[in-house]
């Protein structure tokens, strides 16, 4: 009996296997279509990886990967025992823990007031609004603060007029995270509410009948029907956010840099860049960017298993 | 529905604190596009009810508008963002479609390939020495090839497609249409909206980017609209050293502030103005790529 199971089971991999080769013939199609991303993905991101290699190499361009020298961990020693390591490494963390503290319950917070707001016209206006800001470029953006931050411009004229002597918000590095986070705030929070409306739209109108029912307070209701629903979101894009920790917007930190402000705003990106591409030390340069990586997917892994454990099993990974 | 009184006043409360947040969001709006229509240091020195006819002027617009630098900058953003947007529909929907399919062979090994580049790359360094491998450094394909096929875009097409009723498309079958010709004459005019919305993203997400442009051109004539903004708004030291002169030093201040307004409204408005009739569709791109 049992060796029958078997060579009944052997015999229906094979029907499966043949089965899907004669599949995978009649739709050849299907394969040539996948061809041109394919190849496009494995040229643009998965030859870079490389990188990997050449962050253990003394990487020359004339003698490529193959050629350049081995020199083992020697770059990622150099880069933590240099001085400027612990704090580059601090403003790295500092910034985006600090970023996704303050912006992460923004959108969330302005996805259920939104809600409230029963007339269809205003809610739309406000969303209008809201969304606005998303389609200013960063650099604009940054060009703005400079502007408006400027030791003669407008929100220094009105600090003068309390304190008799302007701020300089974007030279002094004790201001440079807040900036940054409230300005990503102002052009991101409506935006990324969209997602929490979308699901508060799913709300099953009969919880909220149920609800009333129960003499549920505003509140109440707000608590028991409309956050459960935004649950599931909330989770995924806490994990991914929290994923993407060290890889903090570079282009913004990078425009917002001066002189001045160097002592908070340089982030481990912003050093890759100016290490690797200025400088030309492409080793020293991947060495950092690799150490990055590895630091990032380490957090991930940390945060979907916390979350999956506070969640009941639920995480993306 | 049913509300207390503590309740209603709790709405108002929340219409209250609604439309101070819109107010903060349009603030810096209102006053950069004011602002550059006025002498500068008019906004500073007085309220908006001092204001006067002698202070308006075109002169910051009037400068931007004969400057060369900006209207190829507008050219060359609008090349490169038309050009994206085009290659990130081709490549999506041809590699959405065969991952679409009910009982595509290898979709988990495709799959697992597209999903692992979103969590590991090689970085900034090696995709640089590639690109000047492949002698793309200086061309258009630098900055449109590389990023024309993102995962979360896939995920949006395929979701889209699989949403597309199946009968369509074994009706098609049964009348012996091979997947690609069910591709081109059933999914393809189905699926416009969805095309629609990954061309605008990639349009916007193109035209407001500058870094990949920063790195891999070096041609000054070749820069897009960012790069040209950033020198004016970011980059503008003064150099004292250059003018002796303080009354004319003062006066480059004068044009630079007011070229600076200018500028930041003349590259915004254009998105900023036709995004509200796009704005079902943006919406429609976020919530179809949440529920993956």
Known sequence: MAEQTIAMGKG???????????????????????????????????????????????????????????????????????????????????????????????????????????????????????????FI????????????????????????????????????????????????IWQGAGWSSIIYTAALANVDTQLYDAAMIDGASLFQRIRHVELPVLKP????????????????????????????????????????????????????GSAIGLFNTVIN????????????????????? | MHYTKIDKTLLIVNKLVLVMI????????????????????????????????????????????????????????????????????????LTAYPLSVNGFVGKKIVMTFFLITMFIGGGLIPTYLLIKDLGMLNTVWAIVLPGALGVFNIIL??????????????????????????????ILPLAKPIMFVLALFAFVGQWNSFFDAMIYLDDPTMRPLQLVLRSILIQNEVQPGMINDQAAMIEMNRIAQMIQYAT?????????????FFQKYFEKGVIVGSLK
Do not use: C
């Not at chain 1, 340089?266 to 030390?281: F, N, R």
């Open chain 1, 12 to 134: 229906e991999i094979g029907k499966k296997r043949s089965k899907k080769l004669t599949w995978m013939k009649e739709n050849w199609i299907l394969y040539l279509m996948l061809m041109p991303g394919v190849i496009l993905t494995f040229v643009f991101r998965y030859i870079p990886m490389y990188g990997v290699v050449i962050a253990f190499q003394n990487f020359s361009p004339i003698r490529g990967v193959f050629g350049s020298e081995w020199v083992g961990f020697q770059h990622f020693t150099r880069f933590l025992t240099s001085p400027n390591f612990g704090m580059i490494f601090d403003n790295t963390l500092r910034l985006s823990v600090l970023g996704l503290i303050a912006g992460f319950p923004v959108p969330i917070i302005l996805a259920l007031m939104i809600n409230q707001i029963r007339r269809k016209g205003a809610k739309k206006n406000i969303q209008l609004i809201l969304y606005a800001p998303n």
């Open chain 1, 137 to 184: 470029s960063v650099v604009v953006v940054v060009g703005m603060l400079f502007i408006l931050l400027a030791p003669t411009g407008p929100v220094n004229s009105i600090v003068t007029m309390f304190t008799g002597e302007p701020i300089f918000f974007m030279s002094k590095p004790e201001y440079f995270r807040t900036i940054y986070i409230l300005s990503g």
């Open chain 1, 233 to 284: 979101t909330m989770v995924v894009l806490f994990i991914l956010a929290a994923g993407g920790i060290m890889s903090v917007g570079f282009e913004k930190a990078f425009l917002m840099q001066t002189a001045m402000n160097l002592p908070a705003s340089e982030i481990i990106p912003t050093h890759v860049y100016k290490v690797g591409l200025l400088s030309m030390d492409f080793s020293f």
């Open chain 1, 297 to 317: 997917l380490i957090l991930l892994i940390i945060v979907n298993t916390i979350v999956k454990k506070l969640n009941e099993g639920e995480g993306i990974i």
């Open chain 2, 22 to 93: 819109v107010l903060i969001t349009l603030l810096p709006l209102i006053y950069v596009l004011l602002a550059s229509f006025l002498e500068p240091g008019t906004l500073l020195t007085g309220g908006i009810t001092d204001i006067k006819a002698s202070d308006f002027t075109l002169d910051g617009y009037r400068r931007v508008l004969q400057d060369s630098t900006i209207i190829r900058g507008f050219i060359n953003s609008f090349i490169y963002s038309t050009l994206f947007a085009v290659l990130t529909v081709v490549f999506t929907v």
């Open chain 2, 157 to 186: 097409a395929k979701t889209y497609f699989q949403g597309i009723p199946k009968e369509l498309s074994e009706a098609a079958q049964m009348d012996g249409a091979s997947h690609f010709q069910i591709f081109i004459k059933i």
């Open chain 2, 264 to 276: 930041i409204v003349i590259s915004s408005l254009p998105l900023l103005v036709m995004y509200p």
